[in-house]
């Protein structure tokens, strides 16, 4: 398999540094983008500091992918926040910052990337959603509502961008040690993993197995979907 042209937001920590490093791994050329320094430093990829809820920010940057590269055949919309609060007690300072990065993020990426991916032979588009959204509970309503927009949006755009030869597919991992949720409770993330057919945290690697089976070439029929890791949904 020739090497990819791989763009990843959220790339400085947790499965988006994963990610990163499994593509250059596999001799990929990799543009990295979060609104923090580079977390990894190789020879084949490139670091952008960017919000992704910034649109003209964001068309910059791609304009710059066209320019250098011609086209993009991979992205993974990994950028996110998350609030877990009552939703009595969520500013909306707070719920506004979700949606922004979450959903309005991964718009704006998802929107400039199709224009530079019609020219991949097989362009892969990832999303990384949240098993917050069937598991529906209390105290994560504006971040699991941010995260199901998220799976509409995937679902409407794999229908939009099959012409041109593009999959759109998302996986929803479970609970997994990541600055995301560093401010949980204890008891609470145990509380899901209960949950999940395989009780276990979701390390890195689960992620990056499901994303590669998504990227790979055979998999051009596979869009639209949707997986929860652990067997939850």
């Given amino acids: 398999m020739s090497a990819r042209h791989v763009l990843i937001t959220g790339a400085t920590r947790g499965i988006g540094e994963a990610l990163a490093r499994h593509c250059l791994a596999s001799g990929d050329r990799v543009i990295g983008c979060a609104r ?3 977390t990894v430093t190789h020879e084949r990829y490139e670091h952008c500091c960017l919000d992704v809820g910034n649109g003209p920010a964001v068309d910059r940057l791609f304009a710059e992918v066209r320019r250098r590269w011609g086209t993009l055949d991979v992205l993974i919309n990994n950028a996110g926040v998350a609030a877990m609060n009552a939703i009595a007690l969520t500013p909306t300072d707070t ?8 959903v309005v993020g991964a718009f704006n990426v998802t929107r400039a990337a199709i224009r530079v991916m019609r020219r991949s032979p ?3 588009i990832v999303n990384i959603t949240s098993v917050a959204v069937p598991l529906r509970l209390e105290g994560e309503a504006i971040y699991a509502a941010s995260k199901s927009a998220l799976e509409m949006f995937t679902r409407i755009a794999a229908r939009e961008v099959a012409p041109f030869g593009i999959t759109c597919n998302a996986v929803g991992p479970g609970p997994a040690r990541t ?3 560093a401010g949980v409770p204890e008891a609470k993330l145990q509380t899901v993993i209960a949950a999940q057919a395989v009780r276990r945290w979701t390390e890195a690697a689960d992620v990056v197995n499901v994303v590669e089976f998504f990227l790979r070439p055979e998999s051009g029929m596979v869009t639209g979907q949707i997986v929860y890791l652990g067997g939850v949904g």
Wanted: charged share 30%; no cysteine; aromatic share 0%.
């Fill in 36 to 38: 923090t320094a580079a």
């Fill in 179 to 181: 600055r995301l949720t």
């Fill in 122 to 124: 097989a362009g892969r």
């Fill in 95 to 102: 719920a506004r910052r979700v949606v922004e990065t979450n």
